[in-house]
């Protein structure tokens, strides 16, 4: 990788590029572990000066992304705890304790007993015409946001990864170190809870 003997030698315009690239990225998943954007920034400072004072020792197991994504996953926790504002990322097997409730409340499915048990009882509402203007005029931003900020940390992580910075599943396995099912399971979950926010928003209830 030329990038990383140009950062090693302290290349000011492959670090400027390595800013522009991420920096707003790193900045987004820095707010799912603290309470405002000021220490936000915070954040994302000490990460950059994590990758300075750290590149020399990248050894190129992973991806340059996901070293620096990690960097910045360690400084967000590590505030976000001094904040009150997030724990920290369990391992898998805590991660998936963490979301062990049901991602929808299970009276939408059919009980055991009933031949299509697990079935839907009533099929999720077709968002038609209108909630696509919605959608299409941004209302159901703020939505899905405060949606996403109650998520468990575990699910919050894998979603914001997988969904606003469009990361692939490899990519979030390897940068949280989880497996691959783990990683399925908690996208779904989150997914599945951001949905149910819209649907309420849709039919006119509170999320």
């Known amino acids: 990788m030329v990038l990383v003997p140009a950062l090693r030698d302290g290349d000011d315009a492959a670090f400027a590029w390595l800013l522009t690239r991420y920096d707003r990225s790193l900045r987004r998943l820095a707010m799912n572990y603290v309470p405002s954007g000021a220490i936000a ?6 990460t950059w000066m994590g990758v ?12 340059l992304k996901t070293w620096v994504f990690r960097i910045l996953m360690n400084v967000a926790r590590a505030r976000g705890a001094r904040e009150h504002r997030s724990v920290p990322f369990a391992a898998a097997g805590g991660a998936l304790e963490e979301g062990a409730e049901p991602a929808l409340d299970p009276d939408r499915f059919r009980a055991v007993g009933n031949e299509h048990a697990g079935h839907w009882v009533s099929y999720p509402a077709a968002w038609e015409h209108e909630p696509e203007d919605r959608i299409e005029a941004g209302e159901t931003v703020g939505v899905v946001r405060e949606a996403m900020r109650h998520l468990p940390p575990a699910q919050q992580e894998v979603m914001t990864l997988r969904d606003v910075e469009g990361w692939t599943p490899s990519e979030i396995c390897d940068a949280l170190n989880i497996s691959e099912t783990n990683q399925r399971v908690l996208l779904h979950r989150a997914r599945s809870k951001v949905r149910n926010a819209l649907e309420q928003y849709f039919e006119g209830g509170e999320a």
């Not at 920034?41 to 000490?46: L, S």
């Not at 300075?52 to 991806?63: L, P, V, Y």
């Open 41 to 46: 920034d915070e954040v994302v400072q000490d």
């Open 52 to 63: 300075i004072n750290g590149i020399d020792h990248f050894e190129g197991r992973s991806s």
